[in-house]
């Protein structure tokens, strides 16, 4: 295609100019009309000429939930594009394989936890218990999903969806149990994310999200290589030298810390790491040097774009975004068991 013959540099420049323009009309879109004169106004030009209110709006609102969007959207962006390549199939996917039910378990047992024992402010609950039992969570589920699929004849996918349903029926029943058991104020934060929201964006959300990207992207990065040689099979990149076991069992890790810093912070948004990968190899190629940082940058413009549709589409309320990724990804995924079938093992 047209891209693959750009370099990498123009790529990135022409996408961080798309992704400048879409944030932009990202902080637009809501109840209160904002143009897009305001926003750059007030953004670029120190808030002169703009009203004072809709500069409060801008900065304490639309901004960070705009940064939030792309930050979380490229994480899970790269972490599907990992998946995929570590299972060596189009259908490997966070959501799809249970990662994020099982993070969203771990997340919903440190709201409910944590809030009765009552020993942490709300700040230190959000930025440190619901991460960390959100990624225990998504690692315990893909390490099961990965051992049941694995075999001395490779990985099966079937078996691993398979796994990942039974692991999100088990994942949800615990779910609904903590429900039951859950006051009001613990029922709504555990219902807003299982449908995933963005609307509680704040900076110590998007420091931490910035810092998950930042490292998780030098990661992942760094070990494009032995991806790329894990594409031919497993044993032809051992006998490449890449040290197979050691490289998955990381692997997996850093994904599920990446799928639970993004549950913990926005809930469960699905299909982004089964969309976003398909979109980076059809227009620049199978190579993860490349792709993951592409992904990175499709993954923000998806899912600003559709948070801006869920703003748009009952104003002057609006869909969780969860219900705008899943509206897009279902059929998406539904075509590709549509051309995997009969090959799938």
């Not at 969806?161 to 555990?190: E, K, V």
Request: aromatic share 8%; proline share 4%.
């Amino acid at each position: 295609m047209f891209f693959r013959n750009l370099s990498t540099c123009s790529i990135i420049g022409f996408f961080s100019l798309l992704l400048a323009i879409v944030s932009i009309s990202s902080i637009t879109v809501g109840p209160m009309k904002i143009s897009a004169f305001d926003s750059i106004n007030s953004l670029l030009l120190n808030g002169s000429n703009v009203a004072p209110h809709i500069d409060i709006v801008i900065h304490q609102i639309r901004l960070p939930r705009t940064l939030l969007c792309m930050l979380i959207g490229a994480i899970l962006a790269i972490c599907g594009t990992v998946t995929q390549g570590l299972f060596r199939n189009p259908l490997a996917e966070p959501g799809i394989i249970g990662v994020s039910a099982g993070a969203m378990l771990g997340a919903g047992f440190a709201i409910v936890t944590f809030a009765n024992l009552d020993l942490v402010s709300a700040q230190m609950t959000s930025l440190v218990a619901l991460p960390m039992f959100a990624f225990v969570g998504g690692a315990l589920t893909t390490w099961v999903v990965y051992i049941i699929g694995n075999s001395r004849f490779g990985t099966s996918v079937s078996i691993m969806l398979l796994a990942g349903i039974a692991i999100t029926m088990l994942a949800q029943a615990g779910i609904n149990s903590l429900s039951f058991f859950a006051d009001d104020q613990q029922l709504r934060d555990i219902s807003m994310w299982s449908m995933g929201s963005l609307a509680g964006a704040d900076w110590p959300s998007i420091g931490l999200c910035t810092i998950t990207l930042i490292f998780l992207l030098w990661y992942f990065l760094n070990n494009a290589g032995s991806l790329n040689a894990l594409l031919l099979g497993e044993a032809e990149a051992s006998h490449l030298g890449i040290p197979i076991q050691k490289l998955k069992r990381y692997l997996i890790l850093m994904t599920a810390f990446g799928v639970g810093v993004s549950v913990s912070i926005s809930g469960v948004i699905g299909f982004i790491g089964l969309v976003i990968p398909h979109l980076g190899r059809m227009m620049f190629g199978p190579d993860h040097r490349k792709l993951l940082p592409i992904s990175a940058f499709l993954g923000a413009l998806l899912l600003t774009l559709a948070d801006m549709l869920s703003r748009i589409v009952v104003a002057p309320a609006e869909l969780p975004v969860g219900i705008i990724t899943a509206l897009m990804g279902a059929p998406f995924f539904i075509y590709l068991l549509y051309k995997q079938k009969g090959r799938m093992t």
